[in-house]
């Protein structure tokens, strides 16, 4: 098993999605509250087993699931672990609730998007009884032995995205709001499919994130990272420039083929300096490219007007 950096307290479990590593990781929070930030897909969870099983523990173990988002490829696994461990309990924002409890809408959703490879892509998705849940809207903290976890609402890459600070070894549980990367590699890729994104929103989730001071920041897509600065600033400046790709392709009148296209030369232009390898791997992360620009597409339309 591949061991990565991580804040204190902190493991990293790559559960290998599609069987590719370094797409979808969950962090396993240590001490005698065992708990999992975002356990992925339930179409992974023979890797996130044998991933407790390398530090000693099963999912009988666990006693919590924190959420920074419900989307499939963080939470779910969530309802199938939670029928599996009776003493398990799910942390999740108050919008998120709801689709855990009635996961339908959600499924529907995604099968638009995804078709027949929902079976293959994400498993079984359980839903979670409403007893098992505790919800945040931001301003509350988590007490799990060895950590301390101050929920903030943290819209942007979703509506009901929270981020956990851990007070306890500085590290922000971030979710997809700081976009995905590579480990090893200096570069992020923005996250942004839809329904939700909201470029204003999601501009004060950075200003937040920036206030905590972290000193590591944990991307579901992929890692642990320590150079904060950088990350946060290159995060930002790639999701700006996305959003003006998009938008300049709105102008332009260039229907979804012709805008992902060009999404796509832009990032083989950012990632010119990436191995091959590393190069299909940001690029297959997070989903195809077509579903970023449609995310990015849905939030200019909604605003109107599109001026140049």
Not at 179 to 199: E, F, Y
Request: charged fraction near 20%; include cysteine.
């Amino acid at each position: 098993m591949e061991i990565y950096p991580t804040p204190h307290n902190v493991a990293l479990i790559d559960v290998h999605h599609l069987g590719r590593p370094h797409v979808i990781g969950t962090f396993l929070l240590l001490g005698d509250e065992p708990a999992l930030v975002d356990p992925g897909p339930a179409s992974t969870l023979a890797a996130l087993r044998a991933g407790l099983r390398a530090h000693g523990l099963t999912v009988a173990d666990l006693r919590a699931i924190v959420l920074t988002h419900i989307h499939l490829d963080h939470a779910g696994a969530t309802g199938l672990l939670a029928a599996e461990n009776p003493y398990l309990t799910i942390h999740v924002h108050e919008r998120g609730a709801t689709h855990l409890i009635d996961p339908s809408r959600l499924l529907n959703s995604a099968a638009q998007l995804y078709a027949d490879r929902m079976a293959t892509l994400w498993g079984d998705v359980r839903p979670v009884a409403p007893e098992r849940i505790r919800t945040y809207t931001g301003g509350q903290t988590l007490y799990l032995r060895g950590h301390k976890l101050r929920a903030f609402d943290a819209p942007g890459h979703a509506k009901h995205h929270l981020i956990w600070f851990d007070e306890v070894n500085g590290t922000a549980f971030v979710g997809d709001n700081t976009g995905v990367r590579l480990p090893g590699v200096r570069m992020t890729r923005p996250a942004t499919p839809p329904p939700d994104i909201d470029l204003e929103a999601w501009a004060r989730t950075h200003d937040l994130i920036e206030q905590l001071r972290p000193q590591w920041l944990c991307l579901t897509h992929f890692g642990a990272y320590d150079d904060v600065a950088f990350h946060l600033a290159d995060a930002r400046l790639r999701l700006q420039q996305w959003a003006e790709i998009v938008r300049q392709s709105l102008l332009a009148g260039h229907d979804e083929q012709t805008g992902t296209a060009v999404l796509e030369a832009a990032l083989a232009n950012e990632a010119a300096t990436l191995s091959p390898t590393e190069q299909l791997a940001i690029i297959q992360q997070t989903g195809p490219l077509t579903l970023s620009w449609r995310g990015l597409a849905r939030y200019w339309q909604k605003l109107g007007g599109l001026a140049g």
